[in-house]
């Protein structure tokens, strides 16, 4: 109803209902939240995604991983220690040697909305490439970790590290298994993922 109408009680006609579904073609696009678009974006990459409201939801979760993969007694590839100690409960046989490891246990520097990838750097993988891990990983981001894309992650990167910027930044955004690989995902590094996603917000 339009101003006029409302002021001189005018009626509406039919022709004055526009449904807000028909928006026009040359409208610019509704903008879903980050957290929205990084869900959607990164399911579509291939991703497993567990949101996680506290840290019981968190280790509940990882042990579901581990019992689904039969990964319980499985040599993990861990190079944050403070991993290791957030998740000492675990008890994993924890190794520093890629050949010996099943999967890799980690966490990301930011969670990239846009096109759904995980940020990383050499705080996360030393100087290895990404080919060199495991193709098993299992990634712990919160929820304040999600940028909107990769300018604003290493944006961020080199605000938290301004006496040392980390080097290998790389994303990893393909977590597809290699039947699933297309033509696109050629020459990357595809991972099998699962990422737990604790609300910290």
């Not at 409201?53 to 190079?79: A, F, H, P, Y």
Request: hydrophobic share 35%; net charge neutral.
């Amino acid at each position: 109803m339009s101003l006029f109408r409302k002021i001189f009680g005018l009626k509406d006609t039919p022709e004055d209902h526009i449904k807000s579904e028909e928006r026009g073609k040359y409208m610019p696009e509704i903008k879903l939240p980050i957290d929205e678009q990084f869900t959607i974006n990164f399911k579509a990459n291939g991703g497993k995604f567990l949101y996680c409201e506290n840290m019981q939801e968190v280790n509940s979760s990882l042990k579901n991983i581990l019992t689904e993969n039969s990964w319980g007694d499985k040599k993990v590839l861990l190079l944050d220690k403070r991993l290791e100690a957030l998740f000492k409960d675990f008890d994993f046989k924890v190794t520093n040697t890629v050949s010996e490891s099943t999967f890799f246990l980690s966490t990301c520097e930011y969670l990239i909305s846009d096109d759904g990838s995980l940020l990383i750097s050499s705080n996360q993988i030393a100087e290895k490439k990404l080919k060199e891990l495991p193709s098993n990983f299992i990634i712990y981001a919160t929820t304040s970790q999600f940028v909107q894309n990769i300018g604003e992650g290493l944006r961020g990167i080199k605000g938290k590290n301004r006496e040392k910027i980390p080097t290998n930044i790389t994303t990893i955004k393909h977590f597809k298994t290699v039947e699933d690989k297309d033509f696109l995902t050629y020459g990357s590094s595809s991972k099998n993922l699962y990422l737990l996603l604790l609300e910290d917000l």
